[in-house]
């Protein structure tokens, strides 16, 4: 909610991205058990709103201005496969990143991570970006 927050303080409007991205997992991992509660999330997020002092006249409560919560299909049209050899498309890659940290053993996440937020970035047109930090705010 921290991060949401600081978003609606800094800008006039705040789009958040919810999205599971099937390009971040390897076969071996459980996509289908990954949490899914985007009622619960919109509804969280409906309730956020900061009040924003516009100048001496007044001030304005800001809410999340729309949530991108697109489908596998809308961001993958021609289909994702789960092994990352039989993947096909055009994807984005950070050259001499991919191995480091979850890229050790989940070599595909960097890769998947890349392509969606480019994705994200191409059809939302941001201005600023606010990503969680490790602690979840």
Do not use: C, W
């Amino acid at each position: 909610m921290v991060i949401v927050q600081r978003s609606l303080a800094e800008n006039d409007l705040t789009v958040v991205s919810i999205f599971v991205n099937p390009a971040q997992f390897v076969p071996q991992d459980n996509l289908m058990a990954y949490p899914r509660t985007l009622p619960q999330d919109v509804k969280f997020l409906e309730q956020v709103e900061v009040t924003v002092l516009v100048d001496e006249s007044g001030s304005v409560k800001r809410t999340v201005s729309a949530v991108f919560a697109p489908s596998v299909s809308e961001m993958y049209p021609s289909g994702i496969a789960r092994n990352f050899e039989e993947q096909k498309g055009t994807f984005v890659e950070v050259v001499g990143y991919g191995h480091q940290m979850e890229g050790m053993s989940r070599a595909p996440i960097f890769r998947g991570i890349t392509t969606v937020v480019t994705k994200f970035f191409n059809v939302i047109q941001v201005t600023n970006i606010f990503e969680p930090t490790l602690h979840g705010s």
